[in-house]
């Protein structure tokens, strides 16, 4: 398996904290989006990237594993407890508890590396004569376009996905074993033990490769491919606080696995159209808001609308001027790690009447008593 560094794609120390990761691939996904560079497929391969590593060192406890045990630790079906065995039963083998030259005979094995690469690269199939071993299935990509609104509350959506499962009449193995006698080696388990000493673990069975039986034939209903396919509506629930390059996980819903090995995920990547009216600057939500002349000179109470579909009662301080934010606490947008929100800026935006006539006109007149200043005195160049 090629190791990758999720750290330096998203450009950040190994020791960076949730918040520095967040900004990094929020900075890094804006550049390299693919509606931000169209027809660059470099650009997309990077946005791609830049996405699956977010996916798994942004999330507290992908990011442990990861840290662990490397990119393996984040694949779908990895079992750390097994891989802490298979570790610490390999240095046991090496260490002269086990006596001289058990590490060169462990299981067959001459490295680590070969130990935890059979137990975790069980993702792959063996060959036709050896039977199919067990493996999991690939992770599936999709893309769903939805409002700003949306992304702002949340939603429940349906999507079509064409996928192939585990064939229901060989659960997912591809031969016919009704006929086939137990493998030898490991009694029909599919699984061997191996190591020597306190601490063993289990890998697949290198005979029948992970089928249980040995000399069985094609299954019919399947043709030996182990699936069959199918075209699936999926409920998918999109939580409240997603921004475009956020990819949301399901569990289960990837390619099928093969020899009755567990399916793979589904990563569904959002794109959220913007809004006319509202800006969003990471959790933080700004939007103008109109007031009257007379409520910018007087102050006022009013009731606004909030983009989460509540409304609030704000106070304009008297003399209010154009630009000045209002700031609404704990009303932006939910943070996806859950637990807080950002704020909601209101701009004052001042408008003047459009209708009115000549009593419009005298009264601002008489209002132009009330500067003592050039208002445009600072606008220098």
Wanted: charged share 30%; net charge neutral.
């Amino acid at each position: 398996m090629e190791e990758k560094d999720l750290y330096a794609a998203l450009g950040v120390a190994r020791n960076a904290s949730a918040d520095d990761i967040r900004k990094a691939y929020r900075k890094l996904a804006r550049k390299y989006h693919p509606d931000v560079n169209p027809g660059n497929d470099a650009a997309e391969e990077r946005f791609k990237a830049i996405s699956e590593a977010h996916d798994i060192v942004g999330d507290p406890d992908k990011r442990k594993l990861y840290d662990e045990f490397g990119i393996a630790g984040a694949q779908s079906g990895f079992d750390p407890d097994q891989a802490r065995a298979a570790r610490t039963a390999y240095s046991w083998a090496g260490s002269g508890r086990g006596g001289a030259g058990q590490r060169a005979g462990f299981g067959g094995y001459e490295n680590f590396e070969d130990i935890f690469g059979d137990i975790f690269s069980e993702r792959g199939g063996g060959g036709a004569a050896r039977g199919r071993r067990r493996a999991a299935g690939g992770d599936f990509e999709s893309e769903i376009e939805i409002d700003f609104l949306d992304a702002v509350r949340g939603m429940s959506t349906e999507i079509s996905l064409d996928r192939r499962d585990a064939c229901s009449v060989c659960s997912g193995s591809g031969v016919d074993a009704s006929a086939a006698p137990a493998c030898p080696d490991c009694d029909g388990s599919g699984r061997v033990q191996v190591g020597e000493g306190p601490v063993k673990f289990t890998r697949t069975c290198s005979r029948c490769g992970g089928a249980g039986r040995v000399g069985a034939k094609p299954c019919a209903a399947c043709g030996g491919a182990g699936q069959t396919s199918r075209r699936e509506r999926l409920a998918v629930k999109i939580p409240p606080g997603v921004d475009t390059g956020s990819r949301v996980r399901v569990s289960g819903k990837g390619g099928a696995g093969a020899g009755g090995g567990p399916a793979g995920d589904l990563y569904i990547r959002v794109v959220v159209r913007p809004h006319a009216l509202i800006e969003r600057r990471g959790d933080d939500l700004y939007v103008d808001l109109p007031v009257t002349v007379g409520e910018a000179i007087s102050g006022a109470a009013i009731e606004v609308p909030t983009p989460d579909g509540s409304k609030v009662r704000v106070r304009v301080p008297p003399r209010t001027q154009t630009g000045k934010q209002l700031r609404i606490r704990g009303r932006g947008m939910p943070s996806l790690r859950g637990g807080s929100r950002g704020d909601l800026y209101l701009r004052v935006a001042i408008h003047v009447p459009e209708a009115g006539g000549d009593a419009v006109t005298a009264a601002a007149e008489a209002m132009a008593a009330g500067y003592d200043s050039d208002v445009r005195g600072e606008l220098r160049f």
